[in-house]
């Protein structure tokens, strides 16, 4: 079984766009907080925004103007809307639940996706 299943990376030029979506279970989607961290290859994963149950977010100041966290209930679905994308944000992107602090600074989480591999080419 497979908690969350993230799908949408692919390889853009800078000034793209992507969506990234996030597929949950339902007891997981009520989770009181969900979000997007990133890992680089040889750097640690950091968060990238997190959204709670009331639709309040925080998000790294890194992406802040140009990536957008979103949720459709009804699909029990997280997204990311990633645009302006930069070669620095070249990454593999997880979707994670059941945050420990809701915040962006906080890494820990009872539920992970497998992530997806987003490429910005310069």
């Known amino acids: 079984q497979v908690d969350l299943v993230e799908s949408g990376g692919g390889s853009v030029q800078a000034g793209g766009s992507l969506r990234l979506s996030c597929a949950a279970s339902a007891a997981i989607y009520s989770s009181y907080c969900m979000g997007w961290f990133r890992q680089a290859p040889g750097k640690e994963r950091e968060g990238v925004v997190v959204?709670?149950?009331?639709?309040?977010?925080d998000y790294a100041d890194s992406v802040k103007g140009r990536f957008t966290i979103s949720k459709d209930n009804a699909k029990k679905t997280l997204f990311l809307q990633m645009n302006s994308l930069k070669p620095e944000d070249t990454a593999m992107y997880y979707c994670?639940?059941?945050?420990?602090?809701?915040?962006?600074?906080?890494?820990?989480?009872?539920?992970w996706g497998q992530g997806t591999q987003v490429t910005v080419s310069s």
């Open positions: 959204i709670d149950r009331d639709g309040d977010t």
């Open positions: 994670a639940a059941d945050l420990t602090v809701c915040s962006h600074f906080y890494r820990g989480a009872r539920y």
